[in-house]
């Protein structure tokens, strides 16, 4: 009974306990080990890589065996030129054979190099999908991690502004008692008061519908305890220079767009091959054994190996081929467009991007100024409020400007924030 009640009283203080501090780094490392997408994405990448081998693209032989055996029991009757006739009943006979084949295509216009060259092509592209669900999982937990700390931050500056509220309100109802107040003060106090206890319960709620939002991404209980950074942790060190020759090598969405034109190359590549004539080697040892009750030939038994080439040459299809090579030759050039614009579009996202980020660190050094200021301005306004030197709307202004600076302030560092991940994601360093 008493080893019950240690273990209610461990769980109990287990769940009293606050949860650890998760770093975004490790936020991230969950989500990666985690996400379905990337778990999906994986599979798919172990596909197209196991595929990419000689053997698949044709350049091995081919080595089959074949073997059968048959038992026969049957009435004859054989009539020969020689006048010769055999009559029996109940005769028995029995079939064996066995061969070991080999086949294997010498030589097709080089359709067996290229062909092992789109599935090389093919398994990079399938790395290069691995890396853009890696990308995507890491540029969501990020954003979702500091839009955490965003909400965080608001709801700290809002319970700090609701504490001094409630110091505010009862020395305005001890001013009321002993004569020197109003009740006009009181009432104006305890309505600033209630609108900031409704903000920080809407605030609270939006905390934790973030948290509950951040945990899925991470493959967890929506529930789940979690406690987030108390601040933004910025890159500033980003080069715009650096960056656009980044982004025109690492981009992974132009990576992808690349490798589907030199998929499409190999291709058109084998299709034109199917044009050139074919040489085939067949090769075979075979074994095969009869016997028959009836008939001359009681028993007939032979072994032995067997080779050959054929040749094939496609001289006239109906022009399917023709057809089938000017389709390739129109979805290559179809790829090289989307390429084009994919690489024109990054490069119109990643100037928007750093437009973005410039003037979000600007705002971010205005709103920090200016947090600044509005605490001083609440402070002085709080100590002439004590004095009797000022009434409560003067108070009030200095409160809602505050409330206001801290909410900017922490909009602005979001937005900066954001704006950083996806200059980091349009040069391709999320994923590395």
């Known amino acids: 009974m008493k080893n019950w009640i240690a273990v209610a009283m461990l769980s109990l203080l287990s769940l009293s306990l606050p949860a650890q501090m998760m770093r975004a780094e490790e936020a991230v490392a969950e989500a990666l080990k985690n996400s379905f997408d990337i778990q999906l994405a994986d599979i798919s990448r172990d596909i197209t890589s196991s595929s990419a081998t ?21 009435n ?35 359709r067996v190099y290229f062909t092992y060259n789109r599935l090389k092509q093919e398994a990079a592209g399938g790395e290069i999908a691995y890396r853009q669900a890696i990308e995507q999982a890491v540029f969501n937990v990020l954003s979702a991690y500091y839009r955490t700390v965003q909400i965080q931050q608001e ?17 305005a109802k001890q001013r009321l008692a002993i004569g020197s107040g109003d009740r006009v003060q009181v009432l ?38 979690l406690e987030v950074s108390e601040t933004f942790d910025f890159n500033l060190e980003l080069s715009w220079a650096s960056l656009q020759e980044e982004a025109d090598r690492e981009n992974l969405a132009l990576l992808f767009s690349r490798n589907r034109e030199g998929v499409q190359r190999s291709l058109l590549s084998e299709r034109k091959s199917l044009r050139s004539p074919g040489l085939m080697f067949n090769g075979a040892y075979t074994l095969n054994r009869n016997q028959s009750d009836g008939g001359f030939a009681l028993f007939n038994f032979g072994q032995g190996p067997s080779m050959g080439l054929a040749l094939t040459w496609n001289l006239y299809d109906g022009k399917r081929l023709k057809q089938q090579i000017y389709t390739d030759q129109r979805l290559l050039e179809q790829q090289k467009v989307f390429t084009q614009q994919i690489q024109l579009n990054t490069r119109a996202q990643l100037w928007s991007a750093w437009r973005a980020y410039t003037t979000a660190k600007a705002l971010l050094e205005l709103e920090a ?5 509005t605490s001083e301005n609440l402070s002085l306004a709080n100590e002439r409020f004590q004095l009797g030197n000022s009434g409560i709307l003067e108070l009030k202004d200095a409160q809602l400007s505050l409330d206001q600076a801290i909410s900017a302030e922490a909009t602005a560092a979001f937005t900066l924030k954001q704006a950083e991940l996806e200059l980091q994601r349009l040069a391709g360093k999320l994923a590395r």
């Open 54 to 74: 000689r053997g698949v693209a044709g350049q091995l032989p081919t080595i089959t065996l074949n073997g059968g055996a048959t038992y026969q029991n049957s």
């Open 76 to 110: 004859i009757r054989q009539e020969f030129s020689n006048g010769l006739e055999v009559v029996r009943n109940g005769v028995n006979a029995n079939v064996l054979n066995t061969s070991l084949n080999v086949s294997w295509m010498l030589f097709q216009g080089r």
């Open 369 to 373: 100024s200016n947090l600044r200021s």
């Open 188 to 225: 104006q106090t305890e309505i600033g008061r209630n609108r900031l206890q409704s903000a920080v319960i809407q605030q609270t709620l939006s905390l934790e519908q973030q948290k509950a939002e951040l945990n899925r991404l991470m493959q967890r209980s929506p529930e789940s305890a």
């Open 155 to 171: 709801l700290r500056a809002r319970k700090s502004a609701l504490e001094t509220a409630e110091l505010q309100l009862s020395l």
